[in-house]
Protein backbone atom coordinates (compact mmCIF):
# COMPACT_ATOMS: atom_id res chain seq x y z
CA UNK A 1 0.00 0.00 0.00
CA UNK A 2 1.33 3.66 -0.82
CA UNK A 3 2.21 5.62 1.99
CA UNK A 4 0.74 9.03 2.36
CA UNK A 5 2.23 12.90 4.03
CA UNK A 6 0.00 14.71 4.94
CA UNK A 7 0.63 18.71 7.01
CA UNK A 8 0.72 17.85 10.79
CA UNK A 9 -2.11 21.09 11.26
CA UNK A 10 -4.12 23.84 9.43
CA UNK A 11 -6.37 26.34 10.33
CA UNK A 12 -9.78 27.57 8.71
CA UNK A 13 -11.89 30.48 9.55
CA UNK A 14 -15.63 29.24 10.01
CA UNK A 15 -18.07 29.45 6.87
CA UNK A 16 -14.72 29.41 4.24
CA UNK A 17 -13.89 26.35 2.75
CA UNK A 18 -11.49 23.56 4.04
CA UNK A 19 -8.68 22.41 1.79
CA UNK A 20 -6.62 19.11 2.96
CA UNK A 21 -4.14 18.14 0.96
CA UNK A 22 -2.68 14.47 0.51
CA UNK A 23 0.45 13.45 -1.36
CA UNK A 24 0.57 9.95 -2.16
CA UNK A 25 3.28 10.10 -5.09
CA UNK A 26 3.90 5.96 -5.40
CA UNK A 27 0.62 5.14 -6.08
CA UNK A 28 -0.64 2.58 -8.24
CA UNK A 29 -2.93 2.35 -10.54
CA UNK A 30 -5.32 0.24 -8.94
CA UNK A 31 -5.31 1.81 -5.44
CA UNK A 32 -7.79 4.07 -4.25
CA UNK A 33 -7.36 7.34 -1.98
CA UNK A 34 -10.04 7.36 0.76
CA UNK A 35 -10.64 10.06 3.38
CA UNK A 36 -11.87 10.07 6.69
CA UNK A 37 -12.10 11.85 10.36
CA UNK A 38 -11.82 11.13 13.80
CA UNK A 39 -13.46 13.95 15.88
CA UNK A 40 -12.42 13.94 19.08
CA UNK A 41 -11.77 10.45 20.22
CA UNK A 42 -14.53 8.67 19.04
CA UNK A 43 -14.56 5.95 16.19
CA UNK A 44 -12.86 7.74 12.74
CA UNK A 45 -15.96 8.31 10.00
CA UNK A 46 -15.47 7.60 6.54
CA UNK A 47 -15.92 10.56 4.12
CA UNK A 48 -15.24 9.81 0.82
CA UNK A 49 -13.17 7.95 -1.21
CA UNK A 50 -12.19 8.01 -5.33
CA UNK A 51 -9.46 6.49 -7.93
CA UNK A 52 -9.36 8.78 -10.76
CA UNK A 53 -11.98 11.41 -10.95
CA UNK A 54 -12.86 13.77 -8.80
CA UNK A 55 -15.68 12.85 -6.35
CA UNK A 56 -18.38 14.76 -4.91
CA UNK A 57 -20.91 13.66 -2.06
CA UNK A 58 -22.68 15.84 0.90
CA UNK A 59 -20.09 16.14 3.15
CA UNK A 60 -16.96 17.22 0.97
CA UNK A 61 -15.66 17.08 -2.53
CA UNK A 62 -11.99 15.07 -3.23
CA UNK A 63 -10.08 16.30 -6.34
CA UNK A 64 -7.25 13.90 -7.34
CA UNK A 65 -4.90 15.42 -9.31
CA UNK A 66 -4.35 13.97 -13.19
CA UNK A 67 -0.89 11.77 -12.37
CA UNK A 68 -3.03 11.02 -9.30
CA UNK A 69 0.08 11.75 -7.05
CA UNK A 70 -1.84 13.83 -4.77
CA UNK A 71 -5.57 15.10 -3.23
CA UNK A 72 -6.95 17.29 -1.73
CA UNK A 73 -10.03 17.10 0.46
CA UNK A 74 -12.46 20.23 0.58
CA UNK A 75 -15.35 20.97 2.58
CA UNK A 76 -16.98 23.77 0.90
CA UNK A 77 -17.91 25.67 4.31
CA UNK A 78 -16.25 24.41 7.61
CA UNK A 79 -17.77 24.43 10.90
CA UNK A 80 -16.76 24.66 14.14
CA UNK A 81 -17.73 20.78 14.27
CA UNK A 82 -15.96 19.92 11.29
CA UNK A 83 -12.75 20.53 13.98
CA UNK A 84 -11.06 16.60 13.58
CA UNK A 85 -8.21 14.78 12.69
CA UNK A 86 -8.29 14.52 8.92
CA UNK A 87 -6.66 10.77 7.40
CA UNK A 88 -5.90 10.37 3.82
CA UNK A 89 -5.21 6.52 2.95
CA UNK A 90 -4.30 5.18 -0.21
CA UNK A 91 -5.63 1.42 -0.64
CA UNK A 92 -5.65 -1.36 -3.35
CA UNK A 93 -4.76 -4.56 -3.91
CA UNK A 94 -5.39 -7.76 -2.37
CA UNK A 95 -4.52 -7.67 1.09
CA UNK A 96 -7.73 -5.48 2.35
CA UNK A 97 -5.67 -3.40 4.74
CA UNK A 98 -5.88 -0.19 5.65
CA UNK A 99 -2.86 1.53 7.15
CA UNK A 100 -3.54 5.39 8.53
CA UNK A 101 -1.17 7.75 9.18
CA UNK A 102 -0.89 10.59 11.79
CA UNK A 103 -3.54 12.75 9.47
CA UNK A 104 -3.92 16.70 10.07
CA UNK A 105 -5.23 17.77 12.27
CA UNK A 106 -8.00 21.08 11.00
CA UNK A 107 -9.42 23.43 13.68
CA UNK A 108 -11.88 25.44 12.56
CA UNK A 109 -12.06 28.72 13.77
CA UNK A 110 -15.10 31.20 14.84
CA UNK B 1 -29.51 0.11 15.61
CA UNK B 2 -26.63 -1.75 12.68
CA UNK B 3 -23.01 -1.14 13.37
CA UNK B 4 -20.10 -2.58 15.20
CA UNK B 5 -20.44 -2.97 19.26
CA UNK B 6 -17.44 -3.23 21.10
CA UNK B 7 -16.69 -4.47 24.94
CA UNK B 8 -16.09 -3.42 27.45
CA UNK B 9 -15.47 0.30 26.60
CA UNK B 10 -12.78 0.95 29.41
CA UNK B 11 -10.88 -1.33 31.27
CA UNK B 12 -8.11 -1.34 33.78
CA UNK B 13 -5.84 -4.00 34.18
CA UNK B 14 -2.54 -5.35 36.40
CA UNK B 15 0.52 -6.08 34.49
CA UNK B 16 0.33 -9.38 33.40
CA UNK B 17 -3.33 -9.94 33.63
CA UNK B 18 -5.23 -11.15 30.70
CA UNK B 19 -8.40 -10.01 28.99
CA UNK B 20 -10.33 -10.21 25.77
CA UNK B 21 -12.24 -7.25 23.87
CA UNK B 22 -15.14 -8.22 21.83
CA UNK B 23 -16.19 -6.85 19.07
CA UNK B 24 -19.29 -7.60 17.68
CA UNK B 25 -20.78 -6.50 14.28
CA UNK B 26 -24.63 -7.13 12.72
CA UNK B 27 -24.09 -6.05 8.83
CA UNK B 28 -22.73 -9.31 7.99
CA UNK B 29 -19.37 -7.93 6.79
CA UNK B 30 -16.72 -10.26 6.39
CA UNK B 31 -14.04 -8.02 7.38
CA UNK B 32 -12.85 -7.11 10.46
CA UNK B 33 -10.05 -5.29 11.84
CA UNK B 34 -8.62 -4.16 15.12
CA UNK B 35 -6.33 -1.03 15.45
CA UNK B 36 -5.33 1.07 18.38
CA UNK B 37 -4.28 4.50 19.18
CA UNK B 38 -1.84 6.34 21.67
CA UNK B 39 -2.63 9.48 22.85
CA UNK B 40 -1.60 12.11 20.21
CA UNK B 41 -0.73 9.33 17.42
CA UNK B 42 -2.96 7.96 14.41
CA UNK B 43 -4.50 3.98 14.56
CA UNK B 44 -2.30 1.45 14.14
CA UNK B 45 -3.47 -2.09 12.79
CA UNK B 46 -2.80 -4.60 15.00
CA UNK B 47 -4.52 -8.17 13.51
CA UNK B 48 -7.74 -8.32 10.65
CA UNK B 49 -9.62 -10.98 9.58
CA UNK B 50 -11.06 -11.46 5.65
CA UNK B 51 -13.36 -14.15 7.02
CA UNK B 52 -14.76 -16.69 9.59
CA UNK B 53 -11.77 -18.59 10.91
CA UNK B 54 -8.82 -16.40 9.18
CA UNK B 55 -6.97 -14.04 10.86
CA UNK B 56 -3.69 -11.94 9.72
CA UNK B 57 -1.37 -9.72 10.79
CA UNK B 58 -1.01 -6.11 10.62
CA UNK B 59 1.64 -3.35 11.78
CA UNK B 60 1.86 -3.77 15.51
CA UNK B 61 1.07 -7.72 15.80
CA UNK B 62 3.32 -8.23 19.25
CA UNK B 63 1.39 -9.18 22.21
CA UNK B 64 -1.77 -9.27 21.09
CA UNK B 65 -3.76 -12.91 19.63
CA UNK B 66 -7.14 -12.83 17.59
CA UNK B 67 -10.18 -14.98 16.74
CA UNK B 68 -12.98 -15.20 14.89
CA UNK B 69 -15.06 -18.15 14.95
CA UNK B 70 -18.30 -16.98 14.16
CA UNK B 71 -18.41 -14.06 11.02
CA UNK B 72 -20.03 -11.45 13.52
CA UNK B 73 -17.34 -11.48 16.38
CA UNK B 74 -13.67 -10.78 16.33
CA UNK B 75 -12.07 -11.18 19.65
CA UNK B 76 -8.68 -9.71 20.37
CA UNK B 77 -6.58 -11.38 23.43
CA UNK B 78 -4.41 -10.09 25.68
CA UNK B 79 -2.66 -12.96 26.92
CA UNK B 80 -0.21 -10.83 29.47
CA UNK B 81 -0.70 -7.26 29.62
CA UNK B 82 1.67 -4.81 29.57
CA UNK B 83 2.10 -0.77 29.99
CA UNK B 84 2.95 -0.14 26.56
CA UNK B 85 -0.30 -1.68 25.52
CA UNK B 86 -2.18 1.43 27.55
CA UNK B 87 -4.26 3.02 24.51
CA UNK B 88 -7.47 2.89 22.87
CA UNK B 89 -8.53 -0.01 20.92
CA UNK B 90 -10.78 0.34 18.03
CA UNK B 91 -12.70 -2.11 16.07
CA UNK B 92 -13.58 -1.63 12.04
CA UNK B 93 -15.73 -3.98 9.70
CA UNK B 94 -16.53 -3.70 6.00
CA UNK B 95 -18.47 -6.08 3.43
CA UNK B 96 -16.50 -7.61 0.23
CA UNK B 97 -18.50 -5.30 -1.80
CA UNK B 98 -18.09 -2.21 0.36
CA UNK B 99 -15.30 -0.53 -1.29
CA UNK B 100 -13.43 -0.64 1.98
CA UNK B 101 -15.68 2.20 3.43
CA UNK B 102 -15.16 0.80 7.41
CA UNK B 103 -17.25 1.33 10.23
CA UNK B 104 -16.03 1.70 13.27
CA UNK B 105 -16.64 0.78 16.63
CA UNK B 106 -17.00 3.60 19.72
CA UNK B 107 -13.44 2.56 20.93
CA UNK B 108 -12.67 0.23 24.30
CA UNK B 109 -9.69 2.46 26.66
CA UNK B 110 -7.67 -0.34 28.68
CA UNK B 111 -5.10 1.16 30.98
CA UNK B 112 -2.56 -1.46 32.13
CA UNK B 113 -0.91 -0.27 35.48
Known amino acids: DAKTTQPPSMDCAEGRAANLPCNHS???????VYWYRQIHSQGPQYIIHGLKNNETNEMASLIITEDRKSSTLILPHATLRDTAVYYC???????????FGTGTLLAVQP | NAGVTQTPKFRVLKTGQSMTLLCAQDMNHEYMYWYRQDPGMGLRLIHYSVGEGTTAKGEVPDGYNVSRLKKQNFLLGLESAAPSQTSVYFCASTSVSGANVLTFGAGSRLTVL
Open chain 1, 26 to 32: TISGNEY
Open chain 1, 89 to 99: IVRGGATNKLI
